[in-house]
């Protein structure tokens, strides 16, 4: 069954606003990872975050990972029109195998 | 230069063909994937692939069939195409099987079944 769950399913925002996903997931992981997607696109992957770790930066990108409430967030600042996208998450096992189960995404429009 | 390529990137057939996508990497990668994503854009893995081997066969119809001529190539055929089979599927390659690894995606197939 489907292990991620993004929320909001869409999020419209300003440029310049600060743009926050979070991503639910159900099972013990070894790693959660974001990943945009671009319309009629592949994934890109943005950050990793392994699950002994609590925050991980990467310049606008800020991820937070509470293993406790099997929670993720992905935090975009000064967002911009071309950060328009679907925002994924991805669990990876605690087997460390490299199985990743995505969620549902989160639409963001971004408006000049 | 493209990492991740698949070709082609529509493909528009009748219902009860058979067709192949191919999917190559210039990564160096050894281990590759292929996922389908739905309507909904709800992404699943079906296979993967490392170092040609298959590690990973979700539950997918027998119908689909992957092969890997070498760990740069992956590619899919679909027997006896049906209506639901209509999906974007990707191809996308890790470094290795171990799962603290980034992936890199193809810009994906656009597949319709008339």
């Known amino acids: 069954s489907q292990q991620g769950e993004e929320d909001p399913q869409a999020l419209s925002i300003q440029e310049g606003e600060n743009a926050t996903m979070n991503c639910s997931y159900k099972?013990?992981?070894?790693?959660l990872q974001w990943y945009r997607q671009n319309s009629g696109r592949g994934l890109v992957h943005l950050i990793l975050?392994?699950?002994?770790?609590r925050e991980k930066h990467s310049g606008r990108l800020r991820v937070t990972l509470d293993t406790s409430k099997k929670s993720s967030s992905l935090l975009i600042t000064a967002s911009r029109a071309a950060d328009t996208a679907s925002y994924f998450c991805?669990?990876?096992?605690?087997?460390?195998?490299?199985?990743?189960?995505f969620g549902t995404g989160t639409r963001l429009l971004v408006s000049p | 230069d493209t990492a991740v390529s698949q070709t082609p990137k529509y493909l528009v057939t009748q219902m009860g063909n058979d067709k192949s996508i191919k999917c190559e990497q210039n990564?160096?990668?050894?281990?590759m994937y292929w996922y389908k994503q739905d309507s909904k854009k709800f992404l699943k893995i079906m296979f993967s692939?490392?170092?040609?081997?298959?590690?990973i066969n979700e539950t997918v119809p027998n119908r689909f069939s992957p092969k890997s001529p070498d760990k740069a190539h992956l590619n899919l055929h679909i027997n006896s195409l049906e209506l639901g089979d209509s999906a974007v599927y990707f191809c996308?390659?890790?470094?290795?099987?171990?799962?603290?690894?980034?992936?890199?995606f193809g810009d994906g197939t656009r597949l319709s079944i008339l």
């Open positions: 996308a390659s890790s470094r290795s099987q171990l799962g603290n690894q980034p992936q890199h």
């Open positions: 099972t013990s992981i070894n790693n």
């Open positions: 975050i392994r699950s002994n770790e």
């Open positions: 991805a669990t990876g096992g605690s087997t460390g195998f490299q199985k990743l189960v």
């Open positions: 990564l160096g990668h050894d281990t």
């Open positions: 692939y490392n170092n040609k081997e298959l590690i």
